[in-house]
């Protein structure tokens, strides 16, 4: 069964770029788009972006000017960048599979904990 | 950008009774909302898409219902290990996530 794993720098500065990947197992990263979604500590969850293996990209229009997204079939990997982070980008980072697209989220993978702090 | 509403905020249930959760959109979004528990530490895990249809090993206690904007998730019978965060989200236009509601053991 297909198994998503974040991996990346749990701290960042402010004003930094925050940058996350996710490997995909389990299964090929072809015919099926991917997400990200963040939770800050004890709120909802918020979906950031999505990507298709042949590189198509759509974004949260709220975040749209910071966010962007990238692919390396190769690896089976999808990264997530976001630049000009401020403290109110501390969450927890997701990635997850869109079957089709638009879509539900499944598989996620756990999250990996990001916080931003000089 | 579409607005979910999850009610509500918290339910007291104790385990062996039904519970029912209401998650509403601010705009129609057909039948095109989705489902997830959430334990703590762990990630959403997806329970029902297309607003009725369970997803693969989702015990037949949990149903869903509703189009358009009212929705519901209903939980026949509940057992220790359905006390956790239920979250809707829709998927007709992006997507967005309902607050959550906590579910707790009375």
């Known amino acids: 069964q297909v198994q998503l794993q974040e991996s990346g720098p749990g701290l960042v500065k402010p004003s930094e770029t925050l940058s996350l990947t996710c490997t995909v197992s389990g299964g090929s990263i072809s015919s099926y788009y991917w997400s990200w979604i963040r939770q800050p500590a004890g709120k909802g969850l918020e979906w950031l972006g999505r990507i298709s293996a042949s590189g198509s990209t759509s974004y949260n229009p709220s975040l749209k000017s910071r966010v962007t997204l990238s692919v390396d079939t190769s690896k089976n990997q999808f990264s997530l960048k976001l630049s000009s982070v401020t403290a109110a980008d501390t969450a927890l980072y997701y990635c997850?599979?869109?079957?089709?697209?638009?879509?539900?989220?499944?598989?996620w993978g756990q999250g990996t904990l990001v916080t931003v702090s000089s | 950008e579409i607005v979910m509403t999850q009610s509500p905020a918290t339910l007291s249930v104790s385990p062996g009774e039904r519970a029912t959760l209401s998650c509403r959109a601010s705009?129609?979004?057909?039948?095109?909302l989705a489902w997830y528990q959430q334990k703590p530490g762990q990630a959403p895990r997806l329970l029902i898409y297309?607003?009725?249809t369970r997803a693969t090993g989702i015990p037949a206690r949990f149903s869903g219902s509703g189009s358009g904007t009212e929705f519901t998730l209903t939980i026949s019978s509940l057992q220790s290990e359905d006390f956790a965060v239920y979250y809707c989200q829709q998927y007709n236009n992006w997507y967005t996530f309902g607050q959550g509601t906590k579910l707790e053991i009375k």
């Open positions: 997850a599979r869109n079957p089709y697209a638009p879509g539900w989220f499944d598989p």
């Open positions: 297309g607003a009725s």
């Open positions: 705009q129609s979004v057909s039948s095109n």
